[in-house]
């Protein structure tokens, strides 16, 4: 299986920054997608952003030009670098990894177990 441990998250204020972290290790033949999702109190978890294996790079409208992706595959590690944060950008952050395991099985998606990032004067 899959682990995935996120860092980073904490108590910011409006126009601050934080950079998100996250480490996945286990039986890991293939990580495809890595990504970042949130959830708010009271709201349904939502995409922040993605990367894929060829770096391609997708973001939420709402955090475009404010937030950044990046990946460092020889660690099977994703960032979330986050600036200009607002506080409507608080929330719980999730990284998430499509992943196969095994050479012959199907991908599916692990999850850890979050990290909160507040944003308050």
């Known amino acids: 299986q899959v682990q995935l441990v996120e860092s980073g998250g904490?108590?910011?204020q409006p126009?601050?920054?934080?950079?998100?972290s996250?480490?996945?290790?286990?039986s890991i033949f293939r990580i495809n997608v890595m990504g970042w999702y949130r959830q708010a109190p009271g709201k349904q978890r939502e995409l922040v952003a993605t990367t894929t294996?060829?770096?391609?790079?997708?973001?939420?409208?709402?955090?475009k030009g404010r937030?950044?992706?990046?990946?460092?595959?020889?660690?099977n590690a994703v960032y979330l670098q986050m600036n200009s944060l607002k506080p409507e950008d608080t929330a719980v952050y999730f990284?998430?990894?499509?992943?196969?395991?095994?050479?012959?099985?199907?991908?599916?998606?692990?999850w850890g177990q979050?990290?909160?990032?507040?944003?308050?004067s």
């Open 10 to 12: 904490g108590l910011v």
């Open 15 to 20: 126009g601050g920054s934080l950079r998100l």
């Open 22 to 26: 996250c480490a996945a290790s286990g």
């Open 53 to 63: 294996l060829s770096d391609r790079t997708n973001y939420a409208d709402s955090v």
């Open 67 to 75: 937030f950044t992706i990046s990946r460092e595959n020889a660690k």
């Open 95 to 110: 990284c998430n990894a499509n992943a196969n395991v095994f050479t012959w099985d199907v991908p599916r998606n692990f």
């Open 114 to 120: 979050g990290t909160q990032v507040t944003v308050s």
